[in-house]
């Protein structure tokens, strides 16, 4: 039990689950893109959509977008940020499958013709989130802790060479998810660790055989 | 695990030989990993960013649903000018409460304690406690570790949320801690801040999560106010020497219960008790329609 959780977070109203969960959401959308995204699509679910503008969930996401923390004051006016950073934005609502009621489905492009990236996170309580979805597949991680997730193609050996990468720099493994949307199609490892993830971890993984792509994470 | 009960926090204190503020320090900042000296200087933060908040205040500002904002100036001036009933400490503990609550729904950087819809609990009582009777800053930061230690039995044995346990759980908890806060502060005894939080829990047991439309501002923001004031009845009897008839823990225990049986419509989803009365169906209607 962390005190902190009781006493604070300090954190821009009105809700930790409406607006400050909705505005790490954003900002851990941002660090799995890894580059600023230039237009945005935001699904809202459930409650979200329900009760997301009283809440400034819309601003509070968008404010994530741009990288601001939940304590940001700026948060409150994002949308004059996202003009200013060339970040082009819309709104919508959908209804996921199995979603938790604070959901929303983000869809991200770091250029404004290519491929978007697509994630469904879900704020669950007190400001914590997870991440549930990232491009079609099924996962789930709180970015609490600092978290390597790696798209690899559904071959053998991929896990192996992965945890040699990462045991070899003594990075201590917390928790380790495998989670694929066939069995030989794309497939996306999630590894929790408890110390910092460096871009050269990164870098080596990326070069093995069979990973399409890395990003590592941190709180 | 001290956070498991207020018996289990009281006796670590004690076997400890630590006064209880610097036990639940130690005890914490040991489980996460931290530096003592790094968690004082957190909670030093939460401390600054509450007084920043109260500072953050604009009479003129209102919410983005039109419904909450300039209350607080309205009780300010009454107190100020003399006119309240119960004289000026009080008048200054209501309006900073509803300060605090309505600075929270017009998206200004606030301290969830322990939620953002119960932030004004606990800054309210503290600092015209802080200001009457001349409480440094360093003693102010003992105070939130012992709201916050109490705070921590009542999420791990009951909860915090008010989708999970309603209002009692949010309003009802603040009050809690802010009661033994104010306890330690006037000189009571640990067992005395028990007491406090077992009283300032059943005078707001079964309360609801009724927001109307959803939204953390009605009847939210007034709640910090029967909050602050719920936890300064609380402290007073203790320091007293009043005891709760019913333990802390058992008192905690019950509210989790309670908070079971509560129905959906009672639980933060804007359906039922207050939420449901028909002027507060319009709003919802015309507010989001």
């Not at chain 2, 006796?11 to 000296?37: M, Q, T, V, Y």
């Not at chain 2, 800053?137 to 309603?166: H, K, T």
Request: aromatic residues 4%.
């Amino acid at each position: 039990m962390d005190i902190f959780e009781i006493i604070g977070p300090i954190m821009v109203g009105p809700s930790s689950s409406h607006t400050a969960g909705a505005v790490r959401i954003g900002l851990v959308a941002r660090k799995l893109l890894a580059r600023p995204p230039v237009r945005a699509e935001l699904l809202l679910h459930g409650s979200f959509a329900a009760t997301g503008r009283g809440h400034g969930t819309d601003r509070a996401l968008v404010a994530g977008l741009l990288g601001f923390e939940p304590d940001d004051t700026r948060i409150p006016d994002s949308f004059v940020y996202a003009k200013e950073a060339g970040l082009d934005f819309r709104f919508d609502t959908v209804e996921l499958r199995d979603a938790h009621p604070n959901s929303v489905l983000l869809r991200l492009w770091a250029e404004p013709d290519g491929k978007p990236m697509e994630v469904v996170g879900a704020s669950i309580g007190g400001g914590r989130i997870e991440i549930r979805e990232f491009n079609g597949i099924k996962l789930r991680f709180s970015a609490e802790a600092p978290t390597l997730i790696v798209k690899n193609r559904d071959n053998p050996g991929s896990v192996a060479d992965v945890s040699y990468l990462i045991s070899r720099r003594s990075i201590n493994i917390a928790t380790f998810q495998v989670n694929r949307s066939s069995r030989g199609g794309e497939a996306v490892m999630v590894i929790e660790c408890d110390t910092p993830i460096r871009q050269e971890l990164i870098t080596a993984i990326r070069s093995m055989p069979d990973i399409v792509d890395a990003v590592g994470i941190n709180p | 695990m001290i956070f498991a009960s207020v018996t289990n926090l009281l006796s670590a204190a004690e076997k400890s030989g630590l006064p209880l503020w610097e036990c639940i320090l130690r005890h914490s900042a040991e489980e996460s990993g931290i530096d003592p000296a790094a968690s004082r200087a957190r909670m030093r933060k939460c401390l600054d960013a509450m007084r920043e908040a109260d500072a953050s205040y604009d009479p003129q500002q209102r919410s983005r649903s039109t419904l909450v904002g300039g209350q607080a100036e309205k009780m300010r001036l009454q107190a100020e000018a003399g006119r309240s009933i119960s004289g000026e400490f009080i008048g200054r503990i209501l309006a900073g409460a509803l300060r605090m609550g309505e600075c929270n729904a017009c998206m200004h950087r606030i301290v969830a304690a322990p939620t953002a819809g119960a932030c004004g609990v606990l800054p309210a009582v503290l600092l015209p406690y802080a200001e009457k009777y001349g409480t440094s800053d360093e003693e102010l930061v003992n105070a939130l570790y012992i709201a916050s230690g109490f705070g921590c039995v009542i999420a791990q044995r009951a909860s915090i949320s008010g989708a999970e346990a309603g209002c009692q759980a949010e309003i009802g908890s603040a009050s809690a801690m802010a009661a033994a806060a104010l306890v330690y502060l006037h000189g009571g005894t640990p067992e005395q801040m028990a007491n406090a939080v077992a009283i300032a829990l059943k005078n707001l047991m079964g309360l609801a999560c009724d927001p109307v439309a959803g939204l953390v501002e009605v009847p939210c923001v007034k709640r910090n106010a029967i909050g602050a004031m719920n936890a300064l009845t609380a402290a007073e009897l203790a320091l007293a020497g009043i005891s709760s008839a019913i333990p802390a823990d058992e008192v905690i225990d019950a509210m989790r219960q309670v908070g079971l049986s509560l129905p959906g419509a009672l639980r933060e989803t804007g359906k039922g008790g207050i939420a449901a009365a028909p002027t507060a169906m319009r709003f919802a209607a015309s507010f989001f329609g």
